[in-house]
């Protein structure tokens, strides 16, 4: 599928197998999740866009790309997405931070957003929504909506697990936005749980259940 990318890397494999295992404390879960994002986070901004400036270096003046435009948009998802924030400012420490809430309506299980505060200027900024679960996509579409919403025009979006159901549906309501997958899982189970999944990311980085 056009724009989105299952990585292969042997480091983010390794490091997804041990944030699989039931023993992997709560500090350990969140260091491998900063750990997975910083590599994720290289792969997807390597078209992120450059211009030449001038440099002074101890030898010579020399002309050296260095990233140009408005500065990234990192926006997790609450509250697992936080988990992620670290490994996007590792790499733009620049970068500026959104976030967005959503809960499931009790009746209906649709996503409803109760949170959202944004950079300003978002149509000039690429756009990294972060989630660390991808399970049916109702929330990451709502996430992505909302953030087109507000003007918003390069978005990517980064997720640890995935399962197929997710991945098929932002493909189809956002085929624009691309989308990066740590590991693409089997199934959802009744209980719309990725299979065979990590468990609740939230409750794994937070320490709650």
């Not at 290289?42 to 866009?49: H, K, M, S, T, V």
């Not at 030898?59 to 997790?76: D, N, Q, R």
């Not at 109760?114 to 300003?120: A, F, S, W």
Request: net charge negative; aromatic share 4%.
């Amino acid at each position: 599928m056009e724009n989105v990318f299952i990585m292969d890397h042997p480091l983010i494999q390794h490091k997804i197998t041990m944030l699989r295992d039931k023993n992997t404390g709560t500090n350990e879960f969140r260091k491998l999740v900063e750990e997975i994002g910083i590599l994720m986070g290289y792969e997807a901004l390597r078209d992120l866009p450059t211009e030449e400036v001038e440099v002074e270096t101890p030898l010579e003046t020399c002309m050296s790309p260095k990233i140009s435009g408005k500065k990234l948009a990192v926006i997790p998802v609450l509250r697992a997405g936080l988990g992620m924030v670290g490994s996007i400012l590792t790499l733009v420490p620049s970068a500026k931070v959104g976030h967005i809430g959503l809960y499931r309506e009790p009746g209906t299980h649709l996503p409803r957003e109760y949170y959202c505060k944004l950079p300003e200027a978002m149509e000039e900024r690429i756009a990294v929504i972060v989630d660390p679960m991808l399970a049916t996509g109702g929330s990451a579409v709502a996430a992505i909506d909302s953030v087109k919403m507000r003007g918003a025009k390069n978005i990517k979006f980064l997720c640890i697990i995935a399962a197929p159901d997710g991945v098929e549906r932002i493909h189809k309501d956002h085929p624009d936005v691309q989308l990066y997958v740590g590991h693409l899982d089997r199934e959802l189970n009744e209980n719309a749980y990725i299979c065979p999944g990590l468990g609740d990311a939230g409750d794994r980085i937070f320490g709650t259940k």
